[in-house]
C-alpha cells in the first residue's frame, strides 16, 4: 500500500486521497445520520428516491427502488465506505475507481443533471475525477483485467467486512439531533383530484399528497385558505420537509431553506429559486388539485 502512493505522481496522490477520503466521509454521514433509514424523518432515502423518480431522465428506475429504500440506503453506505477504503488502501484499485465513476455517474443522472450552469452540480466534476484516475491506472494497456485472483479476493472480502463494521460504527455514534420529524403523513383517495376533506385538516396543519404529475407535495391550511407546494428542492432534486418548530420548509440534502408562508421563497442555502407551486382549491368538503 504504501509503495503505491510512493509510485503515483503528486498530483495523482491528490486526487487519490481526496476521493477516499470524501467517500469515507459520505458513507459516515449517511450511517451517521440516524433519519437515513427512518421513514418518518426528513432525511429518509425514501424521500430522496421520491424526488429522483419525479425529476431524473431515468426516473423509472428510482420510482421502482422507492418500496425496497431501507435496502438501497444500506447498500449505498456499504458501497461508499468500501470504495472509499478501497481507494485509500490500494485494494482493487482499477475496479474501485470504475465504481466510483460510475456512483458519481449515477448521482449526476439522479440528482444534479438538471443543475445550471452545469459546474454548480458537483457529481459530474466528481464522475470527470474518478473517470481520470481510472484512466491513469489503466494507463497504456488495451484490455482492462477487472478479475481477481486468491489473495485479491480475499483482501476485498476483508474489506467489506470493515466497510460493514464502519457502517455499524456510524449507526452506532448516530447524529441524534439531526433528525427532523415529519408530522403528517401522506395520502390517497378514490378520486384522483381529491386530496383530503377540510374537515380532516385543521387550521395550521399540513398534509403531504402526490399531485396528478406524481411529484411529492405538502399542502397547508391557513384562516385564508389553502396552498400547496412541489417537495422538490430546486436545488438538486431533494426532498423537502416541513419543520412545524420553525415553520419552514427544510432541504435535508444540502439544508436550502424556504418559506411556505411568502410564497416558498429562498431564505438561505443553494438553491436557486422558490418551491413549484402546485394549485388547489376548495371545493366543497374537499381540498382538490385544480
Not at 459530474?124 to 484512466?135: G, R
Not at 383530484?193 to 391550511?221: C, Q, W
Not at 430546486?234 to 427544510?250: E, F, I, N, R, W
Request: proline content about 4%; charged content about 15%.
Amino acid at each position: 500500500m504504501v509503495s503505491s502512493w510512493r509510485s503515483q505522481s503528486p498530483g495523482i496522490r491528490v486526487i487519490r486521497l481526496w476521493l477516499g477520503v470524501t467517500w469515507i466521509y459520505a458513507g459516515w454521514d449517511k450511517a451517521s445520520d440516524p433519519g437515513f433509514l427512518d421513514k418518518a424523518s426528513a432525511t429518509y432515502i425514501g424521500r430522496q428516491l421520491a424526488g429522483y423518480a419525479s425529476n431524473s431522465p431515468a426516473g423509472f428506475i428510482f420510482q421502482r427502488l422507492i418500496a425496497d429504500a431501507l435496502v438501497v440506503g444500506l447498500f449505498v453506505m456499504i458501497v461508499e465506505f468500501a470504495i472509499g477504503l478501497a481507494t485509500l488502501f490500494w485494494v482493487a484499485p482499477t475496479l474501485a475507481a470504475f465504481a466510483g465513476f460510475a456512483m458519481s455517474l449515477g448521482l449526476w443522472t439522479a440528482a444534479t443533471w438538471h443543475v445550471k450552469p452545469y459546474f454548480l452540480g458537483s457529481d459530474s466534476a466528481y464522475a470527470v475525477l474518478w473517470l481520470a484516475y481510472f484512466l491513469t491506472l489503466v494507463g497504456r494497456r488495451r484490455r482492462v483485467d477487472l478479475s481477481l485472483d486468491r489473495r485479491g479476493a480475499m483482501r476485498v472480502g476483508a474489506l467489506g467486512a470493515i466497510a460493514l463494521l464502519t457502517t455499524g460504527l456510524g449507526r452506532y455514534f448516530s447524529k441524534s439531533s439531526s433528525i427532523v420529524k415529519i408530522g403528517t403523513q401522506k395520502g390517497s383517495t378514490s378520486d384522483s383530484n381529491h386530496i383530503i376533506k377540510l374537515a380532516d385538516l385543521s387550521v395550521g396543519g399540513t398534509y403531504e399528497f402526490a399531485a396528478s404529475s406524481g411529484v411529492p407535495s405538502v399542502l397547508f391550511r391557513t384562516s385564508q385558505g389553502v396552498f400547496a407546494y412541489s417537495e422538490i428542492c430546486t436545488h438538486q432534486g431533494c426532498t423537502v420537509a416541513y419543520s412545524p418548530a420553525d415553520k419552514l420548509l427544510v432541504c435535508p440534502c444540502h439544508q436550502s431553506i424556504f418559506d411556505p408562508f411568502d410564497s416558498a421563497k429562498v431564505l438561505s442555502g443553494p438553491a436557486p429559486s422558490p418551491l413549484a407551486k402546485i394549485k388547489v382549491a376548495i371545493k366543497g368538503d374537499w381540498v382538490v388539485q385544480a
